[in-house]
């Protein structure tokens, strides 16, 4: 009888050890239409850098974690509304953006820069765009950088995704679009961006195009933050971020 209450004791001591032990669920948001950073493969698979960068940070933290495509516009009401926790989609951290979540520190840092039609002799000022049908994708920091130095002097035309923005202008049905420097890098170097080209100089401002990217939580989960923070510390240091960066980008993309 002794020795049954002891076996059942030692069995309820490692049940309630292992509770107590339970990995952090996670859900994690990211838009998947955002190649390299985040997209979705030909087998339907969310890939890219903000994917890899998510999975080593749930490693790090022993988090139980599911990623899950939100599209961009519902991003933080989403993450408000408890629909997931957490946001890794290549968001730049911004002041209006920090009145609504808290931000990790950056964790990579881009520029954004214009595409324009090869030959366009598109000058980038006030005089050469005016009038021009500019794209942009919406509630991001490039759309207030042209609300900002050019909402008097061209038409802005706001798009879902910044692949559509690219198609109507490969199409002819914009003058240029403004988006992320490395992810249009990227695009320029495929069959369908042939006919198009960078236009004026990298936009560095941040005013408009913030401190980098950063990872959003609710205001309240401020313990999940300072996790989220250690583990980004930490494979910032030991090379994992380096290495991850490495498959997608030719150029440090992590200037802190």
């Given amino acids: ?15 309630l050890g292992g509770i107590g032990q339970a990995a952090d669920k996670l859900v994690i948001a990211t838009e998947g239409a955002y190649p390299p950073f985040n997209f979705i493969d030909p087998q339907g698979k969310l890939k890219g ?20 495509v939100q599209d961009w516009d519902g991003m933080i009401p989403g993450l408000l509304a408890k629909k997931f926790d957490v946001i890794v989609a290549s968001m730049s951290i911004t002041e209006k953006r920090k009145e609504a979540v808290n931000f990790t520190k950056p964790y990579y840092q881009a520029p954004c820069r214009f595409v324009t039609l090869k030959g366009s002799g598109l000058e980038i000022s006030a005089e050469g765009l005016k009038g021009k049908n500019i794209g942009v994708q919406r509630a991001t920091t490039y759309a207030n950088y042209l609300l900002g130095k050019y909402k008097d002097v061209v038409n802005i035309k706001y798009y879902d995704t910044v692949e559509n923005h690219n198609l109507d202008l490969a199409a002819g049905r914009l003058d240029a679009v403004l988006a992320q420097a490395i992810f249009m890098s990227e695009y320029l170097k495929k069959p369908e961006a042939k006919n198009l080209e960078f236009a004026g100089p990298m936009i560095w401002e941040k005013e408009y195009i913030g401190e980098g990217a950063g990872i959003a939580v609710r205001k309240e989960d401020t313990e999940l933050l300072k996790k989220l923070d250690e583990a980004l510390a930490k494979i910032i240091a030991d090379g994992t971020h380096k290495k991850l960066a490495s498959k997608y980008f030719s150029f440090d993309i992590y200037p802190y």
């Fill in 1 to 15: 009888m002794r020795k049954t209450t002891i076996v059942l004791f030692v069995c309820l001591f490692l049940l």
């Fill in 49 to 68: 850098f903000d994917v890899d960068i998510a999975e080593a940070l749930c490693q790090v933290m022993g988090a139980d974690c599911k990623l899950m």
